[in-house]
């Protein structure tokens, strides 16, 4: 997460808090005038901003990047998001809360003197003409999957969704957060990643909003971009990677064809040994899609360009969205999640990067309760009917935060915890 030091809070909407810094002692809002110029004299004096979202203040630091407003970022320092206040945009849930917590520090490295990320990446971003595609749809063997020393591709699509902070949700972003939206903040969360030595952002293909009139202009784009992946003789191949909404897989003439929204003139060719693991890896997430209208599903996946002009996918993950395109994993996620957002609240969803299923991650965080902001945790019933998933005490009592826990086989949903604002005023209405 970025806090632009001309700016205030990237992307296209309304944050919940308004972030405040202090700079050679005086206080600097986001978003006023003289913000920018406080920054760029700090950078030039090596100090460090202190975030206000809490009293004694936290300390950031300001990195100098290519692309951004001014020419400098103010950023919240690496292993410190938890530490913030719940509604400021510079927080995030405890990293044992969720998958990234396993991950960051090794398969995710930020150096604040550069602000640039690393990113290890457990597939290959490029491919020897004559070899076979990788053995798992997804990425996630067992092996991956136990390890946090490189990210599986489901893992970078969590990452991103994360940074481009897809992930939160507050009741001022109903109606605002189309494609359009998303694709603009994928976008600029992949600047200044590095990952196998490239930039992401260069690899990375997010589809445009599809305009009729605009078609033409909108494939030279496409196809330009495409140009790094076309196969050439004697030589590998490098791979991209596309990140869309699905809106079909089906049987081609040769293999299969996965059609991807705002792409209406261009499907991705699929073998058919990749559309077989798709079934058995991803029945769930293909089932969840299948049951309602409103689950939406987007795709990750590396691709190459034949030489003819047709892109073939290698490798691919799937996940589950809602409508605000917050990340389900099961119909017990999208029960609380829908009631989350039907109900107005404030929360940041958890993904589960490399995790195994049957460890312990937090559904979600509230953020319109205080700090710590509580953890909501799903408990879904273990094989042998009795156990839980792994760690769910030890990533509770880790995270020093309250805990609201579901067990959807044998109970409703409990009552969620009633917000700050709502219970202030109760409180008022009784005294």
Same mark, same amino acid.
Do not use: N
């Given at each position: 997460m970025k806090v632009?030091?001309?700016?205030?809070?990237?992307?296209?909407?309304p944050s919940g808090h308004g972030a405040a810094y202090l700079i050679g002692g005086q206080r600097f809002e986001a978003g006023t005038p003289r913000l920018a110029d406080a920054v760029a004299e700090a950078h030039g004096a090596r100090q460090r901003p202190r975030c206000?979202? +809490?009293?004694?203040?936290?300390?950031?630091?300001? %990195?100098?990047? &290519? @692309?951004?407003?001014?020419?400098? #970022?103010?950023?919240?320092?690496?292993?410190?998001?938890?530490?913030?206040?719940?509604?400021?945009?510079?927080?995030?849930?405890?990293?044992?809360?969720?998958g990234l917590g396993q991950v960051l520090g090794s398969a995710i490295s930020e150096d604040p003197a550069t602000g640039e990320t690393t990113l290890k990446l457990d597939f290959p +971003?490029?491919?020897?003409?004559?070899?076979?595609? %990788?053995?798992? &749809? @997804?990425g996630e063997s067992d092996? #991956?999957?136990?390890?946090?020393?490189?990210?599986s591709l489901r893992a970078l699509l969590h990452y991103l969704w994360d940074q481009a902070e897809l992930?939160?949700?507050?009741?001022?972003?109903?109606?605002?957060r189309s494609w359009g939206t998303v694709r603009g903040h994928l976008l600029r969360a992949a600047e200044h990643k590095i990952a196998r030595g490239d930039a992401l952002r260069g690899r990375l293909y997010v589809p445009e909003m599809f305009s009729v009139e605009e078609r033409a202009a909108i494939n030279a784009r496409r196809l330009a971009q495409w140009q790094?992946?076309?196969?050439?003789?004697?030589?590998?191949?490098?791979?991209?990677?596309?990140?869309?909404?699905?809106?079909?897989?089906?049987?081609?003439?040769?293999?299969?064809?996965c059609v991807i929204k705002h792409v209406p003139d261009q499907a991705f060719a699929i073998d058919e040994p990749l559309y077989r693991r798709l079934g058995r890896r991803f029945d769930a997430e293909l089932a969840l899609w299948g049951s309602a209208n409103s689950v939406h599903m987007v795709t990750?996946?590396?691709?190459g360009v034949s030489e003819a002009g047709i892109p073939a996918i290698a490798e691919m993950s799937l996940m589950p969205v809602t409508p605000q395109w917050l990340p389900i994993e099961d119909s017990f996620e999208r029960q609380l999640v829908e009631r989350l957002v039907a109900q107005g609240r404030s929360f940041i969803k958890g993904l589960r990067y490399n995790l195994r299923r049957d460890q312990c991650l937090a559904t979600a965080t509230l953020t319109d309760m205080g700090s710590p902001g509580p953890l909501l945790?799903?408990?879904?019933?273990?094989?042998?009917?009795?156990?839980?998933?792994?760690?769910?005490?030890?990533?509770?009592?880790?995270?020093?935060?309250?805990?609201?826990?579901w067990r959807p086989t044998s109970e409703g949903m409990p009552q969620l915890p009633t917000p700050t604002r709502l219970r202030l005023e109760t409180d008022m209405k009784t005294t």
């Open positions: 632009l030091a001309g700016g205030g809070h990237q992307g296209d909407e206000l979202c +809490l009293a004694e203040g936290i300390e950031m630091y300001i %990195a100098r990047l &290519a @692309g951004a407003q001014d020419g400098y #970022v103010v950023k919240r320092m690496p292993g410190t998001g938890s530490q913030h206040a719940p509604d400021c945009p510079a927080y995030e849930p405890p990293p044992e809360a969720t +971003l490029s491919k020897i003409a004559g070899r076979s595609a %990788a053995p798992a &749809a @997804g092996s #991956v999957a136990s390890s946090g020393t490189r990210l992930t939160r949700w507050h009741p001022g972003f109903a109606g605002k790094h992946a076309v196969a050439a003789p004697s030589r590998p191949q490098q791979l991209m990677l596309l990140i869309g909404e699905v809106k079909e897989i089906l049987p081609a003439r040769y293999g299969y064809r990750i996946a590396t691709f945790f799903i408990v879904p019933r273990g094989l042998d009917g009795t156990s839980e998933p792994e760690g769910l005490h030890d990533v509770i009592g880790r995270c020093e935060a309250p805990a609201w826990t």
